[in-house]
C-alpha cells in the first residue's frame, strides 16, 4: 500500500498564493490521477481538481492542478486567495490494489 | 444535475446493522463507479468501499467482511450494508460519484 503524504497546515494572507502538496510514497505519482477534494466546515467535501489538473465546472480559475515526477508529488496551487477558501483540502489517487487513497489533509488558513 | 442524497444513518448499538442508501438523479448508477467514504468526527477523510459499474467489488480492510455494498439499478440507488458495528465506524458517510459527492449521513454506533 502507498501513502499520500500533505504537511497538515498552512496559511497566507488574501490575495497572495498558495500551493499545497501531495507526496506518494511508493509507485509513481503519474501511474495514476490524483484528485483533490475542499471541505469547508460543517459541510461535505467537493471537487476542485480531477484527473491531476481538470476543474469541474463552476470550480474558478484560481484553483490549478499539477504532478511533478521528480518529487513524486502533486500539488494543487490557489492563487488570488479569499477568506471563502478557508478549508480542509484533501488529496486522493489510487492504484490497481488499492481504489482510493486519501492524503491525511491540509487545513489551509487565509488571515 | 446531477443529485447524491444519502439516508438512513443513526444511532445503533454496538454488535447492530444499519443500511445507508444513496439515491442518485442526473446520471446512471449501474454505469458508473461510486464509492462510500466515511468521515470519522474530527478525522480526515477514509475510503470505505467501491463498486465499479461492471459489478466488481473492494472494501477496506477495516470493514471487510462486515459491510457489503451493492445497487439497485431500477431505484438508481446505491447501498451500504453494515453489520456488526463497532464504536470506531462512527463517522458522517458519504457516497460519492467522481467529481460529485452527497451531503453525508451520520452514523453513531454507541450503547
Known amino acids: 500500500n502507498f501513502m499520500l503524504t500533505q504537511p497538515h497546515s498552512v496559511s497566507e494572507s488574501p490575495g497572495k498564493t498558495v500551493t499545497i502538496s501531495c507526496t506518494r510514497s511508493s509507485g509513481s505519482i503519474a501511474s495514476n490521477y490524483v484528485q483533490w477534494y475542499q471541505q469547508r466546515p460543517g459541510s461535505a467535501p467537493t471537487t476542485v481538481i480531477y484527473?491531476?489538473?481538470?476543474?469541474p465546472s463552476g470550480v474558478p480559475d484560481r484553483f490549478s492542478g499539477s504532478i511533478d515526477s521528480s518529487s513524486n508529488s502533486a500539488s494543487l496551487t490557489i492563487s488570488g486567495l479569499k477568506t471563502e477558501d478557508e478549508a480542509d483540502y484533501y488529496c486522493q489517487s489510487y492504484d490497481s490494489s488499492n481504489p482510493w487513497v486519501f492524503g491525511g489533509g491540509t487545513k489551509l488558513t487565509v488571515l | 444535475e446531477v443529485q447524491l442524497v444519502e439516508t438512513g444513518g443513526g444511532l445503533i448499538q454496538p454488535g447492530g446493522s444499519l443500511r445507508l442508501s444513496c439515491a442518485a438523479s442526473?446520471?446512471?448508477?449501474?454505469?458508473?463507479?461510486m464509492s462510500w467514504v466515511r468521515q470519522a468526527p474530527g478525522k480526515g477523510l477514509e475510503w470505505v468501499s467501491v463498486i465499479y459499474s461492471g459489478g466488481s467489488t473492494y472494501y477496506a480492510d477495516s470493514v471487510k467482511g462486515r459491510f457489503t455494498i451493492s445497487r439497485d439499478n431500477s431505484k438508481n440507488t446505491l447501498y451500504l450494508q453494515m453489520n456488526s458495528l463497532r464504536a470506531e465506524d462512527t463517522a458522517v458517510y458519504y457516497c460519492a460519484r467522481p467529481p460529485y459527492w452527497g451531503q453525508g449521513t451520520l452514523v453513531t454506533v454507541s450503547s
Open positions: 484527473e491531476d489538473n481538470q476543474r
Open positions: 442526473g446520471f446512471t448508477v449501474s454505469s458508473n463507479y
